[in-house]
């Protein structure tokens, strides 16, 4: 490679760092930021780039920003784990850990806790971003004392450790002055919450939630999950504001929205909200907007929601102003455009079919063999008096079967600009 050989070191080492693996751009609809954690392969960066020839092998190898990532799930030996951590020298690192064959080991693959754990508990204190999964107990394993260079933090307790966790009322986490983003799915502890910009956190019980609420203080980005019984034989405590939330991540019991005020709310996704009366939902939901008196720019609807739910939520005064952005099922975008139809005869056009199926999800169809042409622009007019500030419509049905034309339908992005075109 004669015009490779004359590149300088220093600029080979930053094409070298932009051949690691990218981390997984999941959008708005991920609450916690995409950190990357690198699977040690050969067919990747930075070993793939070590089997090219000597002088890059020498530079790679030599290159401590190249390793200080790692999927330790993936490390075959621990001779090989410590050989790439000792090439990150003295680098903040990320690293994931996962205990794993937990019940049933297999004696050719102990569980990665028992080869690893001793190595990698000595590098805790240099780690930028750490996620634990099936986490032992502490009896098993203590957290260390200080974390310096901790930022984030995704915490997943293994189902044996959680019950002998929850007595604990000394901090499983230890100084960690840089935290700032943290997934937590344990018992009840002590943990810096006064802190943290992002939190994803599943509360164990109210008692729990309302203690702590209040401290959400700095919290930008929230995910709450409440349980399906979270709230049953209680009553609901007085709504906490929560002060500085732009982007709510909101699943499970819908009532747990009648808990919270978020005045900055700008970003709102609902995931899978579960209730046994879909009015319920919807007033839920109408009451964490009103109370909140926010703008919504981003509302982000996924599987669970009620029939009812488009019209009632969609056109709140609260949303429709100022809408920028709407992922929303073909399902749900059916029911309210048949709502808006229903509450105000004559709104669509004539001409303007809405395509249903029993067996499959809705969909939105140009449908020109049914009237000669015509399209779904004339919807996208409609889009456009509702939503005045709308840009960009998602159409999200999950994985799904399509009998007419054996193909698998995913989620679908319409950008409406200049004219609205409205194309599925």
Known sequence: MPGISAVPNEILEEIFWRCLPSPPDRGLASEFPSILYIDPSSATAPLLL????????ELA????CLWA?????SARTSEQLELWLSRARHRNLSLRIERRYLYHPHPHYPSSSALYLPLLVT????CQALALKNWPAPSDFAMPASFPQLESLWVQMSNDALEEARSISRPLLGHAPRLRCLHWDGPDVPLPWGQLLYLSWRPANMDIFSRTVHQFTSITTLQLDFSWRFFEGISLPEPCVVPQVATLFFGGNAAGLR?????????????????EDDTEQDLAIIHLLERSCCAIVTLEIYEGCSPSFPCLVLLHDCIAPSLTRLVI?????NDFFSSIETMVPDTLPMNVRLLRAVDR???IDRLDFCAPGTSTSALARVLARCFPCLVQLDLDDGFCWDDDD?????????????????MV
């Not at 099922?329 to 975008?333: A, F, K």
Request: glycine share 4%; with cysteine; net charge positive.
């Open 123 to 126: 590098k805790f204190s240099r």
């Open 61 to 64: 190898t030599s290159s401590p």
């Open 50 to 57: 070590c089997q090219i020839c000597r002088r890059w092998r």
């Open 259 to 275: 808990t919270i005020i978020t005045p900055l709310l700008r970003h709102l996704v609902l995931q899978k909200l579960t209730v």
């Open 329 to 333: 099922s073909s399902h749900d975008l």
């Open 361 to 363: 999800c809705f969909h």
């Open 406 to 422: 054996e193909s698998d339908v995913f989620e679908t992005s319409v950008v409406i600009g200049g004219e609205r075109t409205f």
């Open 69 to 73: 990532s790692l999927n330790t799930v």
